[in-house]
T-cell receptor
């Protein structure tokens, strides 16, 4: 069984469109994350939710809006897509707590904006 | 101060050789230092991690060396194999001693390792 899954795996769209990426984890974790990996493979945290509450909100354009309907799901909606949004987006999860550190990553969603 | 600097950007090693990747940080509040391994088309996966109360941690062929005074840490891969060919990321985070621990990871720039047969 896949621990952290993302849909879709590939997303090709035109500039100006709105799109969503979905993430689900079946690990029973409380904390979930969105990362962006650019063309140079640099990984940067975007958002994090702990049990449906936003706990990390990095400097990201407000065209990006995360939503967590429950602690097993974290979605990312992107409005008015731009060329620079092309990247691989990774979802990750972690068991909340003081001594839990391992983040489990999903397979990624490759977004291409034309 | 939030940066983690990683080098080299790419590395080619012969099978059986030792691969060494280095990272440096500035923020002395960092107290958790993991290494993640990423294969093409896959998400990163935790390889090995260290806390600053020890200077070395070994798991199989993978060893982290940690130098707190120099604010540097490195990954050594002994007896490198073609199957080790991947991108390696060091990272760092501040672990708060209470429920406010967000687990926020700051990643290095990544090192693409190629192990030649």
């Amino acid at each position: 069984d896949t621990a952290v899954s993302q849909t879709p795996k590939y997303l090709v769209t035109q500039m100006g469109n709105d799109k969503s990426i979905k993430c689900e984890q079946n690990l029973g974790h409380d904390t979930m994350y969105w990362y962006k990996q650019d063309s140079k493979k640099f990984l940067k945290i975007m958002f994090s939710y702990n049990n449906k509450e936003l706990i990390i909100n990095e400097t990201v354009p407000n065209r990006f809006s995360p939503k967590s309907p429950d602690k097993a799901h974290l979605n990312l909606h992107i409005n008015s897509l731009e060329l620079g949004d092309s990247a691989v987006y990774f979802c990750a999860s972690r068991r909340a707590g003081v001594r839990t550190d391992t983040q489990y990553f999903g397979p990624g969603t490759r977004l291409t904006v034309l | 101060q939030q940066q983690v600097k990683q080098s080299p950007q790419s590395l080619i090693v012969q099978k059986g050789g030792i691969s060494i990747i280095n990272c440096a940080y500035e923020n002395t509040a960092f107290d958790y230092f993991p290494w993640y391994q990423q294969f093409p088309g896959k998400g990163p996966a935790l390889l090995i991690a260290i806390r600053p109360d020890v200077s070395e941690k070994k798991e199989g062929r993978f060893t982290i060396s940690f130098n707190k005074s120099a604010k540097q840490f490195s990954l050594h891969i002994m007896d490198s194999q073609p199957g080790d060919s991947a991108t390696y990321f060091c990272a760092a985070s501040v672990r708060k001693p209470d429920s406010s621990n967000t687990g926020k990871l700051i990643f290095g720039q990544g090192t693409t390792l190629q192990v030649k047969p």
